[in-house]
């Protein structure tokens, strides 16, 4: 079956480094990748969105990365502050786009 | 314009009570979906509605039943709720992109306790 990976520990960061979150999934060939992000007690808040044939997508001081080969996503938040700290969760989707399938979250904390 | 709206935020039922969870959206979307949030657990598709008028089960339906009310209106109905069903109730909404790919728009969530 499908399956969807993320960092189910913690990552801590100082404020102003990068922090990468990392997805894989399996079983699965996806034509998009989303991120989310979700904050405490709300819905989740769409970020981003690659496709399959973008290596790349960029959006102020987020990145995400899609390698279709090894089946992972990455994502980047360059210059981190506390206000990043949140939930993120990643989130591929087939070309019919309804059944996205999410994964269950990296949560982020950014220290002062 | 509210977005996603769901009522109630909070409810408590008694197992084998009923209830309906409503959801609108005010952005003209097609499609509308019903998910639910455990802990440790990504977000999981119980229905969706690609478009007004058609309803699909998605991967954890048993239990529920919904209703596209309209084009805004997508309701969720339990039964007869069992404990099993407490959890965080996410309504979202979504329209193809121009480059492709759906990006959902989510309501703040229903916490449903089943005691």
């Given at each position: 079956s499908q399956k969807i990976e993320q960092n189910s520990e913690a990552l801590n960061i100082q404020e102003g480094k990068t922090a990468t979150l990392t997805c894989n999934y399996t079983n699965y060939s996806p034509a998009y990748l989303q991120w989310y992000r979700q904050d405490p007690g709300r819905g989740p808040v769409f970020l981003l969105l690659i496709r399959e044939n973008e290596k790349e997508k960029r959006k102020e001081r987020l990145k995400v990365t899609f390698d279709t080969t090894l089946k992972q996503s990455l994502f980047h938040i360059t210059a981190s502050q506390p206000a990043d700290s949140a939930t993120y969760l990643c989130a591929p989707q087939g070309t019919g786009g309804f059944k996205t399938i999410f994964g269950a979250g990296t949560r982020l904390f950014v220290k002062a | 314009?509210?977005?996603v709206t769901q009522t109630p935020k909070f409810q408590v039922l008694k197992t084998g009570q009923s209830m309906t969870l409503q959801c609108?959206?005010?952005?003209?979307?097609?499609?509308?979906?019903?998910?639910?949030?455990?802990?440790?657990?990504g977000l999981r598709l119980i229905y969706y509605s690609a478009s007004e008028g058609t309803t699909d089960k998605g991967e954890v339906p048993n239990g529920y039943n919904v209703s596209r009310l309209n084009k805004r209106e997508f309701s969720l109905r339990l039964e007869s709720a069992a404990p099993s069903q407490t959890?965080?109730?996410?309504?979202?909404?979504?329209?193809?992109?121009?480059?492709?790919?759906?990006?959902?728009?989510?309501?703040?969530?229903?916490?449903?306790?089943?005691?």
């Open positions: - | 314009n509210a977005g609108a959206q005010d952005m003209n979307h097609n499609s509308m979906y019903w998910y639910r949030q455990d802990p440790g657990m959890s965080v109730y996410f309504c979202a909404s979504s329209e193809v992109r121009t480059s492709g790919g759906y990006e959902q728009y989510f309501g703040p969530g229903t916490r449903l306790t089943v005691t």
